[in-house]
């Protein structure tokens, strides 16, 4: 007993560096080979380790492991290290060698000068999933440092590590683009600094029952892993917030200790056999309240009841930080917006489909794509713009915004193919604009294994599925879509795919009764109207079809059914020909 009090334990940033392919470069010339990574750790790693108070653990053979008191120190070492390597530190007569260095923060336990524990475990675990030059870090190395260092960040996603109980989240730092001076953000892309970031503190169970406390961790700690599915958003890690578990602190402090704007936080109460939840979403800047709701859930569910409520929870909070975010971005003067801002202020009038107010979105698209070319949303956000503009007749070049629409999504993929949105606008685009309707499908199943939760992707895949001819598997995402955002901004695209799905199954009643609900939800959807018109028509109501069809020709004049039924990607012919005979039972012209 005496032995385990004396251990002395401190928080430290553990750093490994290891040579890539050692084995192959001795195997080639075993004396140069050490000389050059002598040099290189006598000339570049050491000093610099001095500079940034590191302290060396080990080296053995190819790898050294590294301490520091500091994880921003950590972190620039390692970014001066591997700009030293591509720099030719170990001069041009030695081999050159390539480095990978992972990163970890964690209590380590010191036992004679040497340090171990998981902490350590962890950072050797992540260093293969760096590649040569890259520097890779957990997500808590992410937290200490986002708001501290101008770098950014790319998602790895959660893996499972040799001995380690839990997954781990691992973040590939970007590469400094300057020829010195570390660090320096990537600036071509939307960088973690830049993105609204929250933070979601454990749940208080009220009971004060600690043998309950599972729960109340427990759904916090998955409401986390839900929203850090989305690209749109930074959180927090559940390490880093676990620490507020017992501390009574204001929202304000916390967020100014860990840089945040937003908190999420809630409560468990449970009375006999019944549990609820009463969750609360927080602008800590204006003090204000985004958000706030109860659920209700029984004892015997309680983990079915934890899963379902961390979902709906982690869906409502991106479209309401949004909101916020983009409320912001408006008050912003014209000559100060970055990409971002341009991104949420298209967004604040996008949906309006008003003439103007659509056209001044696709203006500020552009105008971010220009600022950022790398920024993979603001590519998605253009093409789904352009996507928006042809299919509601709004385009004076169709075949024109169509390939650009189909490049620009091509492109956002490109830039980042694990954003579940640039995935689910490229799926919808290559389905509509492209008629390549089975990469359609496969782009919509790789959104959703990156994130379930995504409303958008379940909600505008439904479309997909009725260009197939299989409308009961797009009312089924649809109803996915629904449990998870009931009151979805695009609830009137929702609408009109429920109706089309209904149309595509000859069920004309029903269909009409979704497309008068999406007409009521916004008025200037061309694809609604049309829709609308046809259902009325086959359904035998003539003169609502006749009524209906005017508003198709008020917002589409050029309207014709020949060149509609030319693109508009229905599989099945069957679908088509009734889709075209209803426009003309509407009298609307050939």
Known sequence: MEQVSSVTRRLAAIAF???????????????????????????????????????VQQTAGDNILVEFPSVVDAVAWALEAQHGVSQGAAGEELPHLSLRISINVEDVIVDEET????????????LPFAKPGEVVVTSAVRDYVWNKMTVGFGDLGERELKNISRPIRIFRIDPPQAESGIPIRRQPHLSWTKRPAIAVLPFRDLGGNADQAYFSEGISEDIIRSISRSHAMYVIAWNSTLRYRDRMMDSRSVAAELGVRYILEGTVRRRAARMRIATELIDVMNDRTLWADK??????EIFEFQDRIATRIAAEVEPKVYQAESARALTKPTESLDAYDCVLRALSVFYSLDGR???????????????DPLYAQAHAYLAWWLNMKRGEGRSTDYEGDAKRAIAGATRAVELDSDDAFCLAVAGHIQGFLNNDLDTAVDLFERALHLNENSAFAWGIGGSTYCFLGRPDEALERLRNAWRLSPFDPLNFWF???????????GRYDQAIGWLRKAQRLNPRFSACN?????????????????EASKRVLEIEPGFRVSVFASWYPLRRPGDLERFADGLRLAGLPE
Request: charged share 25%; hydrophobic share 45%.
């Open 17 to 55: 560096a290891d040579v890539v392919g050692w084995s192959s470069h001795v195997e080639r010339n075993d004396l140069e080979t050490l000389r050059a990574w002598k040099l290189l750790r006598t000339e570049l790693l050491e000093p610099k380790l001095r500079e940034r108070r590191g302290h």
């Open 115 to 126: 340090v171990i524990g998981d902490g350590v475990n962890i950072a050797a675990r992540i």
């Open 357 to 371: 107010q659509f056209d001044d979105a696709g203006a500020l698209l552009q105008q971010a794509v220009t600022l």
């Open 495 to 505: 609408c009109t795919v429920a109706g089309l799905a209904e149309f595509v199954a």
């Open 530 to 546: 049309r829709t609308l018109t046809a259902s009325l028509a086959l359904a035998g109501d003539l003169a609502g079809a006749r």
């Open 295 to 300: 659920f209700d859930g029984q004892d015997s």
